[in-house]
Nanobody, 129 residues
Framework: QVQLVESGGGLVQAGGSLRLSCAAS????????MGWFRQVPGKEREFLGA????????LYADSVKGRATISRDNAKNTVYLQMNSLKPEDTAVYYC??????????????????????WGQGTLVTVSS
């Protein structure tokens, strides 16, 4: 069974940091680019960033650039999202997604024909002011 399971969400104070994990199973992890997204109820899903299969390159949305770091450990089948200097507006459900193609992750929110192959169930991050 192909599965992505996020963890690490919770309540954090503004200005604090959080590291989210996304553990993959049932797939050849190193063959997939991985992405992070978030969604506030009632709002559109937001792409945060992605990492290529080898982990040697990442890209980020402007909204989190400089505050977010995505990394992966292919030996552990896990991708991480480190978020620093958290703000109340970072409160959202955070999702990871996997697809063999980085491009699919990057355009998932803008191209109806680009749907990542696997999505996690999400983890809630609440940032208090």
């Amino acid at each position: 069974q192909v599965q992505l399971v996020e963890s690490g969400g919770g309540l954090v104070q503004a200005g604090g940091s959080l590291r989210l994990s996304c553990a993959a199973s049932g797939l050849t992890f190193s063959s997939y680019a991985m992405g992070w997204f978030r969604q506030v109820p009632g709002k559109e899903r937001e792409f945060l960033g992605a990492i290529i299969r080898s982990g040697s390159s990442t890209l980020y949305a402007d909204s989190v650039k400089g505050r977010a770091t995505i990394s992966r450990d292919n030996a552990k089948n896990t991708v991480y999202l480190q978020m620093n200097s958290l703000k109340p507006e970072d409160t959202a459900v955070y999702y990871c997604a996997a697809d063999p193609k980085l491009h699919t992750l990057v355009v998932a929110n803008t191209d109806e024909d680009s749907t990542p192959e696997v999505w996690g169930q999400g983890t809630l991050v609440t940032v208090s002011s």
